[in-house]
């Protein structure tokens, strides 16, 4: 992600969109009652606050420029599961990769939440000690969710049932 809009003077449309973007990113997880940490030079994420309180500080009193790893706002945890091994010394798939591969999958052929289950039970005992497998599909879709891929409900029941 990029960040070079955070040395940017607040009045350049760079840091602007860098604020839009940053803001973006940090409310698909609100941790409190829908808000976050604000990470604006005066508050150094010591309190919470609503998506607006947020914008309005970052535009009048700027983000802490040291804040460079927003490890308040969920980009730790997606630098993580980039990095993990699917199991101890595989190259070809990290954690996060292989989840979504099977996820598409799963998507693709319209499998049940079950049966995907029952598949990633089958792969955790398949693959060697150590592997970096979630137990089901609720903890796939937190990881996910998590990543800011996101995923969209679709419903289709033209009777709105």
């Known amino acids: ?3 070079s809009w955070m040395s940017q003077p607040r009045w350049i449309q ?3 969109d860098g604020v839009n ?3 973006e990113f ?3 997880r609100p941790s409190i009652s829908g808000k976050i940490l604000c990470p604006c ?3 150094i994420n010591r309190y919470f606050r609503s998506y607006e309180e947020v914008k309005d500080h970052l535009m009048i009193k700027e983000i802490c420029r040291g804040y460079t ?3 308040s706002h969920g980009e730790e945890k997606l630098i993580a599961d980039t990095e993990t091994e699917l ?3 595989c190259k070809l798939f990290s954690k996060l990769s292989f989840l979504l591969h099977l996820y598409r999958i799963k998507c693709l052929n319209s499998w049940t939440s079950k049966s995907f289950d029952i598949l990633l039970e089958l792969l955790i005992e398949a693959l060697p000690d150590g592997s ?3 137990k089901n599909t609720y903890e796939v879709k937190k990881i996910i969710k998590a990543s800011d891929l996101g995923y969209t409900k679709i419903h289709v029941c033209p009777n709105d049932c």
């Open 14 to 16: 760079e840091y602007i």
């Open 132 to 134: 970096a497998l979630p």
């Open 69 to 71: 790893v927003w490890n």
């Open 41 to 43: 030079s005066s508050f």
């Open 87 to 89: 199991y101890p010394g």
């Open 21 to 23: 973007s940053f803001l």
């Open 26 to 28: 940090a409310f698909l």
């Open 1 to 3: 992600m990029d960040k």
